[in-house]
C-alpha cells in the first residue's frame, strides 16, 4: 500500500475511534452519577436460637403382651374381634374346662377327708393325753396319737392347696388379656389344641398411647451436647427434652413428645446410643415398626448469630466466605466459621460481630474496596434485573 492509502485509512480510523472513546466515557460519566451500586443486607445480631437434631427412628409399642396358654386342652370358643380394643382381664379364649372341673371335684372330696380324719385323730390325742398322766399307757402311745393328729392337720393343709390349684387352672380355662392394648390377629381357632406354656402365641397385644420412639444417635455427638450443657454453652430449661415428629409421607405428627433416657451403653458395631422418646397416641396414628424422623430439640443457644445460606459462599480451598459492607461503605470479604444450619439459616461461630451488614442480594459482580450502597434485605421483593447474590451457582454448602 503507498503511503497515501495509510494516510487515508488513518483518516477513517480517527472518526471511529474517537465515537468508540466517547461512547464509553459516556457509560463511566452515567455510573458515575447514578452512584455505587446497591445492595441487599442484613445486620447481624445476637439471638437466642433453639437447636435441633434429625434422626431417624423406629416406633416402637409401649407395651407387648404374646398371650399364651397356662393350661392344656381344646379351643372351644374364640371371644374378641381381631384388631379390636381390648381391656386387661377381658376374655380372649375359652378352652374346654371339662377335666379342670374333675380336678376340682376331687381336690374338695380329698379335702373334706382330710378334715373328716382331724376329728378323730384329735379325739384319740386327748384320750391318750390324760391317760399317759396317770401311767395307763406307755408315752409311745401318747407320742404316736400326737403325731397322727399333726399329720391329719397337715394333710387337710396340703389338701387346701390342692384344691386351690385346681381352682386356678379351671380358672385358666378362660385366657384373658394380661394388659389394654390393640389385639392382633389370632394365630389359633375354634378346635385347636392349646399346651400349656406353648412356644407360638395365640395373639399378641400391643399397647399404643403412648408409644415409644427408638432413636439412633452417635455416642460423639452426645458427649459434645452433655459438654456444652455443662460448659453453659446450651441452655434445657426446666422439665425433660421436647421431641418432634416427621412421618414417612413428609407430614408432621401433630403432638410433641419429650425425651425419656439414653442408653448407658454404646454399640460398639456402630458406635451409636438409642435414644427413647415417648409420644402421646391417642388416635393410634403411630404404629409399631414404622419409620420416622425424630427432631430432638437440644437446647437454647444465646447470644447466636445466623447468617442467611444465600449470603455465604465458598472460596477455592472450601472456606465459608461472605461480604460485608464495612464502616466506610466500601466492600469487606469475611472469612467465616459455620457449625449447622437452622432452616434457611447458617449459625456462625466465628468471622463476624454484632452489628456487621452482611451483603444477601445484589453481590456478584462486586469486588473488595468498592464501594456500595447498602438497603435493608427485603425476602419479599424480587432482585434487581441484573443483580446477583453471593454463593449462587456455588455448590451446596457443608458445616464446617
Known amino acids: 500500500m503507498t503511503y497515501k492509502g495509510y494516510a487515508f485509512a488513518a483518516l477513517l480510523f480517527l472518526p471511529l475511534a474517537a465515537c468508540?472513546?466517547?461512547?464509553?466515557?459516556?457509560?463511566?460519566?452515567?455510573?458515575?452519577?447514578?452512584?455505587?451500586?446497591?445492595?441487599?443486607?442484613?445486620?447481624?445480631?445476637?439471638?437466642?436460637?433453639?437447636?435441633?437434631?434429625?434422626?431417624?427412628?423406629?416406633?416402637?409399642?409401649?407395651?407387648?403382651?404374646?398371650?399364651?396358654?397356662?393350661?392344656?386342652?381344646?379351643?372351644?370358643?374364640?371371644?374378641?374381634?381381631?384388631?379390636?380394643?381390648?381391656?386387661?382381664?377381658?376374655?380372649?379364649?375359652?378352652?374346654?374346662?371339662?377335666?379342670?372341673?374333675?380336678?376340682?371335684?376331687?381336690?374338695?372330696?380329698?379335702?373334706?377327708?382330710?378334715?373328716a380324719a382331724i376329728a378323730s385323730t384329735s379325739a384319740l390325742q386327748r384320750r391318750y393325753g390324760e391317760l399317759v398322766k396317770i401311767n395307763a399307757i406307755s408315752r409311745q402311745d401318747y407320742d404316736n396319737a400326737l403325731t397322727q393328729a399333726q399329720q391329719a392337720q397337715a394333710d387337710v393343709a396340703a389338701q387346701s392347696a390342692a384344691l386351690r390349684s385346681a381352682q386356678i387352672d379351671l380358672a385358666r380355662t378362660t385366657v384373658r388379656a394380661p394388659i389394654s392394648g390393640r389385639i392382633g390377629r389370632s394365630v389359633a381357632t375354634t378346635g385347636a389344641l392349646a399346651t400349656a406354656g406353648q412356644a407360638n402365641a395365640l395373639t399378641t397385644i400391643q399397647r399404643l398411647d403412648p408409644i415409644y420412639v427408638d432413636v439412633p444417635q452417635s455416642a460423639a455427638d452426645l458427649l459434645k451436647l452433655r459438654q456444652k450443657i455443662a460448659a453453659g454453652d446450651l441452655s434445657r430449661g426446666g422439665g425433660?427434652?421436647?421431641?418432634?415428629?416427621?412421618?414417612?409421607?413428609?407430614?408432621?405428627?401433630?403432638?410433641?413428645?419429650?425425651?425419656?433416657?439414653?442408653?448407658?451403653?454404646?454399640?460398639?458395631?456402630?458406635?451409636?446410643?438409642?435414644?427413647?422418646?415417648?409420644?402421646?397416641?391417642?388416635?393410634?396414628?403411630?404404629?409399631?415398626?414404622?419409620?420416622?424422623?425424630?427432631?430432638?430439640?437440644?437446647?437454647?443457644?444465646?447470644?447466636?448469630?445466623?447468617?442467611?445460606?444465600?449470603?455465604?459462599?465458598?472460596?477455592?480451598?472450601?472456606?465459608?466466605?461472605?461480604?460485608?459492607?464495612?464502616p466506610d461503605g466500601k466492600v469487606q470479604p469475611r472469612p467465616l466459621t459455620t457449625s449447622r444450619t437452622i432452616g434457611d439459616d447458617w449459625l456462625v461461630t466465628g468471622g463476624l460481630k454484632p452489628g456487621d451488614k452482611v451483603i444477601v442480594e445484589g453481590g456478584m459482580m462486586l469486588r473488595p474496596g468498592m464501594p456500595v450502597k447498602a438497603v435493608p434485605y427485603n425476602p419479599n421483593a424480587a432482585p434487581a434485573q441484573g443483580q446477583g447474590q453471593p454463593g449462587q451457582g456455588q455448590p451446596a454448602a457443608q458445616a464446617k
Do not use: C, H, W
Not at 240 to 245: E, I, K, S
Not at 248 to 265: M, N, R, W
Not at 280 to 303: D, F, I, S
Not at 307 to 321: F, T, Y
Open 20 to 115: 468508540g472513546g466517547g461512547k464509553e466515557a459516556a457509560q463511566q460519566q452515567q455510573q458515575a452519577q447514578a452512584g455505587p451500586p446497591q445492595v441487599g443486607v442484613v445486620t447481624v445480631q445476637p439471638q437466642s436460637v433453639t437447636l435441633t437434631t434429625t434422626l431417624p427412628g423406629r416406633l416402637t409399642a409401649y407395651e407387648t403382651s404374646e398371650v399364651r396358654p397356662q393350661v392344656s386342652g381344646l379351643i372351644t370358643a374364640r371371644l374378641f374381634r381381631e384388631g379390636d380394643q381390648v381391656s386387661k382381664g377381658q376374655a380372649l379364649y375359652r378352652i374346654d374346662p371339662q377335666p379342670y372341673v374333675t380336678q376340682v371335684a376331687n381336690a374338695r372330696a380329698a379335702l373334706a377327708r382330710a378334715r
Open 240 to 326: 425433660a427434652a421436647r421431641v418432634r415428629l416427621r412421618l414417612d409421607d413428609g407430614s408432621v405428627y401433630p403432638i410433641e413428645g419429650t425425651l425419656q433416657f439414653a442408653d448407658v451403653s454404646v454399640d460398639p458395631a456402630t458406635g451409636t446410643q438409642t435414644i427413647r422418646a415417648l409420644f402421646p397416641n391417642p388416635r393410634a396414628l403411630l404404629l409399631p415398626g414404622m419409620y420416622v424422623r425424630a427432631e430432638l430439640v437440644e437446647g437454647t443457644q444465646a447470644n447466636a448469630m445466623l447468617v442467611p445460606q444465600r449470603a455465604v459462599s465458598r472460596d477455592e480451598k472450601g472456606n465459608a466466605l461472605a461480604m460485608v459492607v464495612g
